[in-house]
């Protein structure tokens, strides 16, 4: 499985993104989904993910209320929306994926991994 993240930019606190994951190969749709984030000087960290057997989201505490991830298994595709920005959600973020159900919230967890894409958040 190869990942291809878009849709990072430059947006000012309180706006909203949507980043998007393209997958390859026919599978997609048995594999969950996660989203990490790297700032710089700091390790990465989870940040949202879905499980592909029935759809459960899981986000880290910082995120919940603001992102939503979701799927289009038609289209190979997961995405992140991102509202209500902060300046502390600037970072890379990268989208992974894996054929397990359990421990979504680990990076280890994950086989594939896309190249990064920059969210950056101005105060």
């Known amino acids: 499985v190869q990942l291809q993240a878009s849709g990072g930019g430059l947006v000012q606190a309180g706006d909203s993104l949507r980043l998007s994951c393209a997958a390859s190969?026919?599978?997609?749709?048995?594999?969950?989904m996660g989203w990490f984030r790297q700032a710089p000087g700091k390790e990465r960290e989870f940040v949202a993910a879905?499980?592909?057997?029935?759809?459960?989201?899981y986000y880290v505490d910082s995120v919940k209320g603001r992102f939503t991830i979701s799927r289009d298994n038609a289209k190979n595709t997961v995405y992140l929306q991102m509202n209500s920005l902060k300046p502390e959600d600037t970072a890379v973020y990268v989208c992974?994926?894996?054929?397990?159900?359990?421990?979504?919230?680990?990076?280890?967890?994950?086989?594939?991994w896309g190249q990064g894409t920059q969210v950056t958040v101005s105060s």
């Open positions: 190969g026919r599978t997609f749709s048995r594999y969950s």
């Open positions: 992974a994926g894996t054929a397990t159900l359990l421990r979504l919230s680990v990076s280890r967890s994950y086989n594939y």
């Open positions: 879905i499980r592909w057997s029935d759809d459960s989201r």
